[in-house]
């Protein structure tokens, strides 16, 4: 059987090729009657548009660019959080009929700018979605602008109402896992903070801090260690907090990652999740759900944002900041001190 052409479409709708391709584009002004038309053409005759042919009939292909940093840099891969943006995207883009472009690179990378600008011209989507630390990097966010590229960022840290963006309220549910652990009584609450490149996870700290003072707990110094959200340096802050004297009874970490991190290293040494130590960490990958004791965490609601993303440049939203709230996760690894 021979594939249907937009020519046999037009011919079975009852209008014009240039018609049928306006509405297979989404393109604006076409009649609701003509438009449920050419839908029901292309349903009857099977057509797949000519992805080849759809990009020529524009200057941008029908095409959206997801940028974020590659977790295989790292010593310990975590791909939880790639996966979830992935999931997302991908869904927005084939409810459209749009193609996925994934392009994971290593933000330390000096000539990533370049990089970047070489991909676009070589692809021409239709917009990007840059991820976290990326998103903060005013270099890279120029380097896509200069090109004319619509541009969704994804957990800035401070979301611009002239810009596209896309967050979750991470210094308020921040807060509130803080103030979760308060509420089992626990008064030594330690934090281990996420790279400095990465503002959304700095705001987890500030609601860290925001979570003690509504509890009348005082901040200290001694109970913050500096991690990189990597497995690697929740390790050494564990370490550093359980090894003490007087230890703290509860480890919130600005993510996964370095929680799991914290779980590890407290069975080494022995000491009983939750009864001694509570554990909680940010993001909710699948590695939670995994360790042992269950890790209780934050869900970032990330395949919902990477989804919002793309929906806005397929749309062609000029500017606009969306909020996706998080929620709590409450496992295992967290619970009242034993007596």
Known sequence: MLRATIDHVAKLAGVSMKTVSRVVNREPNVRESTKKKVEAAISKLNYRPNPSARNLASQRAHLIGLIYDDPGAYELQSAGVVIQMQQGALSACRDAHYELLIHPCNYRQRDLAAEISELIAQTHPAGIILAAPLSNMSKIVGAIESTGTPLVRLSPGKPHPDQLTVSTNDREVGAEMTRYLASLGHRKIAFITGHHSHKAVA?????????????????????????????????????????????????????????????????????????????????????????????????????????????????????????????????????PLSA
């Open 203 to 335: 705001n987890r700290f500030a609601g860290y801090k925001d979570g003690l003072q509504q509890s009348n707990l005082k901040y200290s110094e001694r109970l913050i260690v500096a991690g990189d959200n990597s497995f690697g340096s929740g390790e050494v802050a564990a370490e550093k907090l359980l090894r003490r004297k007087v230890r703290p009874t509860a480890i919130f970490a600005a993510n996964d990652d370095m929680a799991v991190a914290v779980i590890r290293v407290a069975n080494r040494l022995g000491i009983k999740m939750p009864g001694e130590l509570s554990v909680a960490g940010f993001d909710d990958i699948a590695l939670a759900r995994l360790v042992f004791p269950n890790l209780t965490t934050i869900r970032q609601p990330l395949s919902t944002m990477a989804e919002r993303a793309a929906s806005m440049l397929i749309r062609g939203d000029k500017s606009g900041v969306e909020i996706v709230p998080a929620t709590l996760e409450i496992r295992e690894s967290t619970g």
